[in-house]
């Protein structure tokens, strides 16, 4: 770990994991064996990054974020070891780009994530799965590309429609409404 990262004193690091100069790793945290956190990535509180997840900078990981193993979240659209002119190409010779994950979602084992994107609060990306657009809050994505086939809720749980535009959670009996733009908990 660099003496230059910023890591709260009740995250649990495991052996072998790496988080760079200038990264911020919040309160309450689990970064698992072999995981790499990337220069000035900044992960929220209660995060959970499990065993060798590679998260590249300039992610933004929200509060409340799972993390499954083996996960990567990339950074160049458009990666190239060198230049058209075949000069090996440096760090300024490209600008990294990045996976913002948002508060609660959750990132199944084997994914990638490929920048720039961002995964909606909630969402649940299904193991072995390869993000290329943005997913919505609450999405449930599945396959290679990822594409939507239902809704979680924040229990992690597969809703279903009870009437029009009203889903509910079998676990919780929570309700949520589907609205232009997607989904949100229903105030009750």
């Given at each position: 770990?660099?003496?230059?990262?910023?890591?709260?004193?009740?995250?649990?690091?495991?052996?072998?994991?790496?988080?760079?100069?200038?990264?911020?790793?919040?309160?309450?945290?689990?970064?698992?064996?072999?995981?790499?956190?990337?220069?000035?990535?900044?992960?929220?509180?209660?995060?959970?990054?499990?065993?060798?997840?590679?998260?590249?900078?300039?992610?933004?990981?929200?509060?409340?974020?799972?993390?499954?193993?083996?996960?990567?979240?990339?950074?160049?659209?458009?990666?190239?070891?060198?230049?058209?002119?075949?000069?090996?190409?440096?760090?300024?010779?490209?600008?990294?780009?990045?996976?913002?994950?948002?508060?609660?979602?959750?990132?199944g084992a084997h994914s990638v994530c490929?920048?720039?994107?961002?995964?909606?609060?909630?969402?649940?990306?299904?193991?072995?799965?390869?993000?290329?657009?943005?997913?919505?809050?609450?999405?449930?994505?599945?396959?290679?590309?990822?594409?939507?086939?239902?809704?979680?809720?924040?229990?992690?749980?597969?809703?279903?429609?009870?009437?029009?535009?009203?889903?509910?959670?079998?676990?919780?009996?929570?309700?949520?409404?589907?609205?232009?733009?997607?989904?949100?908990?229903?105030?009750?």
């Amino acid at each position: 770990m660099s003496q230059n990262a910023s890591v709260a004193p009740s995250v649990q690091v495991w052996e072998n994991a790496q988080i760079r100069e200038a990264a911020i790793v919040g309160e309450n945290c689990v970064i698992g064996r072999s995981a790499y956190i990337g220069t000035g990535v900044i992960i929220g509180n209660n995060c959970k990054i499990q065993n060798h997840s590679l998260i590249y900078e300039p992610a933004h990981i929200a509060d409340g974020v799972f993390i499954g193993p083996n996960v990567t979240l990339t950074n160049d659209r458009n990666p190239r070891a060198i230049n058209p002119d075949r000069t090996l190409k440096a760090a300024s010779d490209w600008v990294p780009v990045g996976v913002t994950v948002m508060r609660g979602a959750s990132i199944g084992a084997h994914s990638v994530c490929v920048a720039p994107l961002t995964i909606g609060e909630w969402a649940m990306i299904g193991a072995g799965s390869t993000v290329v657009h943005d997913v919505p809050n609450f999405a449930l994505v599945v396959g290679n590309p990822a594409r939507q086939i239902g809704w979680v809720s924040k229990s992690g749980f597969q809703m279903h429609e009870a009437s029009t535009g009203i889903w509910i959670c079998p676990s919780t009996g929570h309700q949520y409404i589907l609205e232009l733009g997607g989904m949100k908990e229903f105030a009750q």
